[in-house]
C-alpha cells in the first residue's frame, strides 16, 4: 500500500528491498532463494510420498474413481474458478482504478477495501452453508455478487468503483468459504474429504495460476480492461454453472 511521501522508504518491504539492494542479490535473487527452499522441501517431501505409496492405499480408498466423479470435478472446477477471480482482482485491480482516474496511493486503498470486504461473510457462509439441505442460494448468490461487482469495474468511475469492490469483495469470500466447505458437505468420511480437497486445491489452483496472465495479455491486447473484464464475466458464467452442480445434496461416493 503507498504511503505519504514523508514516510517513504521506511516500511519493511522498503527496508528489506534494500537489504537485497546491499547484498547485491536485487529481485531475482529473492525468487532463486525461494527456489532453492521449494526444492529442498521437495527433496525432504519426495521420499516420504514414497513410503506412504509403498506402504499401500488405507481400506475404503476411492481415490481413482474420485477423478471419474462429475461432482467431484464441480467442486474442483468452482474451486479453481473461485480462485481466478480473486487473484485477477487482486493482480490488476490498482492498475485498473489508476486507468480509471484514481490516484496510485487511492487504488491501493480499493484494493485493501475489496480484501477487507471479503472477510465478513468468509465467517457467516460456513455457518449457514451447514445448515442447509444444499448450498445452491449461498453460491448463486455469491457469484451474482462476484458479476455484478466485474459490471461496476467495467461500466462505471469515481463511486462506482468502490462499489464494485464491495460487490466482488463480498461475493469472492463468500464463494472461497464455500469452496472450502464443499470438501466436507460433499462426503461422509474424513478420508474421502482429504482426498477431494487435494484433488480440487491441486488442479484449481492450477487453473487458478493461470488467471492473472490471461488477464494481463487481454490488457495488452487492446490497452483496455473491457476484454479482460468480459473475461472474468465469462468466468463468473462458468462458476454458476458449475457451482450450482456443486451445491447439490449429494456425496461424491453416490456420483
Same mark, same amino acid.
Given at each position: 500500500?503507498?504511503?505519504?511521501?514523508?514516510?517513504?522508504?521506511?516500511?519493511?518491504?522498503?527496508?528489506?528491498?534494500?537489504?537485497?539492494?546491499?547484498?547485491?542479490?536485487?529481485?531475482?535473487?529473492?525468487?532463486?532463494?525461494?527456489?532453492?527452499?521449494?526444492?529442498?522441501?521437495?527433496?525432504?517431501?519426495?521420499?516420504?510420498?514414497?513410503?506412504?505409496?509403498?506402504?499401500?492405499?488405507?481400506?475404503?480408498?476411492?481415490?481413482?474413481?474420485?477423478?471419474?466423479?462429475?461432482?467431484?470435478?464441480?467442486?474442483?472446477?468452482?474451486?479453481?474458478?473461485?480462485?481466478?477471480?480473486?487473484?485477477?482482482?487482486?493482480?490488476?485491480?490498482?492498475?485498473?482504478?489508476?486507468?480509471?482516474?484514481?490516484?496510485?496511493?487511492?487504488?491501493?486503498?480499493?484494493?485493501?477495501?475489496?480484501?477487507?470486504?471479503?472477510?465478513?461473510?468468509?465467517?457467516?457462509?460456513?455457518?449457514?452453508?451447514?445448515?442447509?439441505?444444499?448450498?445452491?442460494?449461498?453460491?448463486?448468490?455469491?457469484?451474482?455478487?462476484?458479476?455484478?461487482?466485474?459490471?461496476? #469495474?467495467? &461500466?462505471?468511475? @469515481?463511486? /462506482? !468503483?468502490? $462499489?464494485? =469492490?464491495?460487490?466482488?469483495?463480498? %461475493?469472492? +469470500?463468500? *464463494?472461497?468459504?464455500?469452496?472450502?466447505?464443499?470438501?466436507?458437505?460433499?462426503?461422509?468420511?474424513?478420508?474421502?474429504?482429504?482426498?477431494?480437497?487435494?484433488?480440487?486445491?491441486?488442479?484449481?489452483?492450477?487453473?487458478?495460476?493461470?488467471?492473472?496472465?490471461?488477464?494481463?495479455?487481454?490488457?495488452?491486447?487492446?490497452?483496455? #480492461?473491457? &476484454?479482460?473484464? @468480459?473475461? /472474468? !464475466?465469462? $468466468?463468473? =458464467?462458468?462458476?454458476?454453472?458449475? %457451482?450450482? +452442480?456443486? *451445491?447439490?445434496?449429494?456425496?461424491?461416493?453416490?456420483?
Amino acid at each position: 500500500m503507498p504511503t505519504g511521501g514523508g514516510s517513504a522508504g521506511k516500511g519493511p518491504r522498503s527496508l528489506g528491498l534494500r537489504a537485497c539492494r546491499r547484498w547485491g542479490i536485487g529481485w531475482q535473487g529473492a525468487f532463486r532463494f525461494w527456489a532453492l527452499v521449494a526444492a529442498l522441501s521437495l527433496v525432504v517431501w519426495l521420499p516420504q510420498a514414497w513410503r506412504q505409496k509403498s506402504s499401500g492405499v488405507p481400506a475404503g480408498s476411492r481415490r481413482s474413481s474420485l477423478w471419474r466423479s462429475a461432482l467431484a470435478w464441480q467442486v474442483t472446477l468452482f474451486m479453481g474458478l473461485q480462485s481466478l477471480f480473486f487473484y485477477c482482482i487482486v493482480t490488476w485491480l490498482p492498475e485498473l482504478g489508476q486507468s480509471k482516474g484514481l490516484a496510485a496511493d487511492t487504488a491501493g486503498w480499493l484494493l485493501f477495501f475489496f480484501q477487507f470486504a471479503q472477510l465478513p461473510m468468509m465467517f457467516v457462509s460456513p455457518m449457514l452453508a451447514e445448515r442447509m439441505d444444499n448450498q445452491k442460494v449461498l453460491i448463486g448468490s455469491a457469484v451474482l455478487l462476484m458479476a455484478f461487482g466485474t459490471i461496476a #469495474f467495467l &461500466a462505471g468511475q @469515481g463511486w /462506482l !468503483l468502490w $462499489v464494485g =469492490a464491495l460487490f466482488a469483495g463480498i %461475493g469472492a +469470500g463468500m *464463494a472461497f468459504s464455500l469452496a472450502m466447505m464443499l470438501f466436507t458437505l460433499r462426503t461422509r468420511r474424513p478420508l474421502e474429504a482429504a482426498q477431494l480437497s487435494a484433488m480440487a486445491q491441486s488442479v484449481g489452483y492450477l487453473l487458478a495460476a493461470a488467471g492473472p496472465p490471461l488477464f494481463g495479455v487481454l490488457y495488452d491486447a487492446a490497452r483496455r #480492461f473491457t &476484454a479482460p473484464l @468480459g473475461m /472474468l !464475466l465469462a $468466468v463468473c =458464467a462458468a462458476m454458476m454453472a458449475f %457451482g450450482l +452442480g456443486a *451445491a447439490r445434496n449429494q456425496y461424491v461416493e453416490e456420483d
